[in-house]
């Protein structure tokens, strides 16, 4: 498996948001903009997830876009000249949702397993190493004290992210998103937290395919995961980390991811 898809389709509108923070002038065009893979943080965001996916093995990456993300090809397609990956990219023409981008890269895919994951996440190269040489599908799932320490997410804040259940042997048979406490209360320790690094088998295109629109009106990848479990008798497999991921959501994290990132080597 050396195949990863990155989405960064999404509208960036949490990012667009005023909010507090002491930016730069290309920090605060690029946050204006929503464009959250291209904001500096050193070197463009993205550049930092690109590494630690070369890190971990992967050498054929598709970067999910729309067809308005000009500035994105331009900088991974032509300015870029990675010598560790190849980058290519397919579009996502509306966004509607985390599933719907997940199935614009079935020409990519094909049949071949392949890695899925945010573009507004840097995440530890050993849990990306770890989906490299799973068989089978998979999620990393990350503790959750682990990302109040570690991550820049606030514990608050981190209470909105989708919860793990699985069974005795390790497979997921529940994602639960937004859970409340009753949800919380019944889960065991540790609570491990999704924050959408996955590896998937071409199963998943069906399951994109069958599913509807969440009550937020998208197609949600949690959804087709859950399908696919239900339906199409796909396991997933539960990896457990006790790593945090940094997340660049909104403008007060970009100077605390910057903080974390300082010290980290980008080699494409």
């Given at each position: 498996?050396?195949?990863?898809?990155?989405?960064?389709?999404?509208?960036?509108?949490?990012m667009?948001?005023?909010a507090?923070?002491?930016l730069?002038?290309?920090?605060?065009?690029?946050?204006?903009?929503g464009?959250k893979?291209?904001?500096?943080?050193?070197?463009?965001?993205?550049?930092?997830?690109?590494a630690?996916?070369?890190d971990?093995?992967?050498r054929?990456?598709?970067?999910?876009?729309?067809?308005?993300?000009?500035?994105?090809r331009?900088?991974?397609?032509?300015?870029?000249?990675?010598?560790?990956?190849?980058?290519?990219?397919?579009?996502?023409?509306?966004?509607?949702?985390?599933?719907?981008?997940?199935?614009a890269?079935e020409?990519?895919?094909g049949?071949?397993?392949?890695?899925a994951i945010?573009?507004?996440?840097?995440?530890?190269v050993?849990?990306?190493?770890?989906?490299?040489?799973?068989?089978?599908?998979?999620?990393?799932a990350?503790?959750?004290?682990?990302?109040?320490?570690?991550?820049?997410v606030?514990?608050?804040r981190?209470?909105?992210?989708?919860?793990?259940?699985?069974?005795?042997?390790?497979?997921?048979?529940?994602?639960?998103e937004?859970?409340?406490?009753?949800?919380?209360?019944?889960?065991?320790?540790?609570v491990?937290?999704?924050?959408?690094?996955?590896?998937?088998g071409?199963?998943?295109f069906?399951?994109c395919?069958?599913?509807?629109?969440?009550?937020?009106?998208e197609?949600?990848?949690?959804?087709?995961?859950?399908y696919?479990?239900?339906?199409?008798?796909?396991?997933?497999?539960v990896?457990?980390?006790?790593?945090?991921?940094?997340d660049?959501?909104?403008r007060?994290?970009?100077g605390p991811?910057?903080?974390r990132?300082?010290?980290?080597?980008v080699n494409?």
């Amino acid at each position: 498996m050396d195949k990863a898809v990155i989405l960064a389709r999404g509208l960036g509108m949490r990012m667009k948001k005023a909010a507090q923070a002491a930016l730069t002038e290309k920090q605060a065009r690029m946050a204006d903009a929503g464009v959250k893979a291209l904001i500096p943080v050193g070197r463009p965001f993205l550049d930092y997830v690109l590494a630690a996916l070369a890190d971990a093995g992967y050498r054929r990456i598709c970067l999910v876009i729309g067809p308005e993300h000009d500035e994105m090809r331009d900088y991974y397609g032509r300015k870029l000249r990675p010598k560790r990956i190849g980058i290519e990219f397919a579009v996502q023409e509306q966004p509607r949702g985390t599933a719907d981008a997940v199935a614009a890269a079935e020409p990519f895919a094909g049949t071949a397993p392949f890695l899925a994951i945010n573009s507004d996440n840097y995440y530890p190269v050993e849990a990306l190493a770890a989906l490299h040489t799973l068989e089978g599908s998979g999620l990393a799932a990350f503790d959750r004290q682990s990302m109040i320490a570690g991550s820049n997410v606030e514990a608050q804040r981190l209470l909105r992210f989708a919860v793990v259940r699985a069974d005795g042997d390790g497979f997921m048979t529940r994602i639960i998103e937004k859970p409340d406490a009753a949800v919380m209360a019944s889960l065991p320790e540790p609570v491990c937290v999704s924050m959408n690094c996955w590896r998937f088998g071409p199963t998943i295109f069906a399951a994109c395919r069958a599913i509807g629109p969440s009550p937020r009106g998208e197609l949600e990848i949690t959804d087709a995961v859950q399908y696919a479990i239900d339906k199409l008798g796909e396991r997933f497999r539960v990896l457990n980390f006790r790593l945090p991921v940094l997340d660049l959501s909104n403008r007060t994290d970009i100077g605390p991811v910057a903080r974390r990132l300082a010290a980290v080597e980008v080699n494409l």
